[in-house]
């Protein structure tokens, strides 16, 4: 079992800036692949940035060159750090853990870009 803890989410005005962290705990030496997910009501949960134990990393179009994603292992934690936000980047981010076949998903942080 693998638990995770999102924060960092907020209101920004577009152009601004947010870093999400997600907390891994339980089995996390298990884990090979984290990602953080998007969702607004209405539309499917969409991939945004993953990254592997192998620390390969892909992203969504619509957020390269402004999103990053980064793994600190010591301290068990995956960022996001989201540059240069948009309006449409408003939705609530989950953060996403793969492990022994099985995928865990955190509660959510709402992200909210308007001025």
Do not use: H
């Not at 005005?13 to 009501?41: F, N």
């Not at 993953?50 to 892909?58: D, E």
């Not at 948009?86 to 992200?111: F, H, I, L, M, R």
């Amino acid at each position: 079992q693998v638990q995770l803890v999102e924060s960092g989410g907020g209101l920004v005005q577009p152009g601004g800036s947010l870093r999400l962290s997600c907390a891994a705990s339980g089995s996390i030496l298990s884990i090979y692949a984290m990602g953080w997910y998007r969702q607004v009501p209405g539309k499917q949960r969409e991939l945004v940035a993953g990254i592997t134990s192998g620390r390969g990393k892909n992203y969504a179009d619509s957020v390269k060159g402004r999103f990053t994603i980064s793994r600190d292992n010591a301290k068990n934690t995956v960022y996001l750090q989201m540059n240069s936000l948009k309006p449409e980047d408003t939705a609530v981010y989950y953060c996403s853990a793969d492990s022994e076949g099985s995928n865990y998903w955190g509660q959510g942080t709402q992200v909210t870009v308007s001025s």
